[in-house]
């Protein structure tokens, strides 16, 4: 299981950061990926993190804004956000990669295990 946090209301501008913290498996052994969805829109990848510590990947489009990192000793991956904006507004998921390595590109089909979900809502 995933379960996601960190979500809320934040100001255009503001910074916040999610967490995805696993139970019944361990995510060091997996690369873990977020995504975010706007309702009647398709899931959009954010980024995703390899097993090791150091290298991800993240979209183009938000580049410079969000990053990822986890801390496998408590068994949780994060996505800093910074400089929100209204855009941004969607509920965010991380998910387990389903093969080894890291993806070159951010699809869903390529994950298994979804959290439930956080929103993540930019709004002055």
């Known amino acids: 299981q995933l379960v996601e946090s960190g979500g809320g209301l934040v100001q255009p501008g503001g910074s916040l950061t999610l967490s995805c913290a696993a139970s019944g498996f361990s995510l060091s052994t997996y690369a873990i990926g977020w995504f975010r969805q706007v309702p009647g829109k398709e899931r959009e990848g954010v980024a995703c993190?390899?097993?090791?510590?150091?290298?991800?990947i993240v979209a183009d489009s938000l580049k410079g804004r969000f990053s990822v990192s986890r801390d496998n000793a408590k068994n949780t991956v994060y996505l800093q956000l910074n400089s929100l904006k209204s855009e941004d507004t969607a509920i965010y998921y991380c998910?387990?990669?389903?093969?080894?390595?890291?993806?070159?590109?951010?699809?869903?089909?390529?994950?298994?295990?979804w959290g439930q979900g956080t929103q993540v809502t930019v709004s002055s």
């Open positions: 998910a387990r990669y389903k093969y080894g390595g890291l993806p070159s590109a951010l699809l869903a089909s390529e994950y298994d295990w």
């Open positions: 993190i390899s097993r090791s510590v150091g290298r991800s």
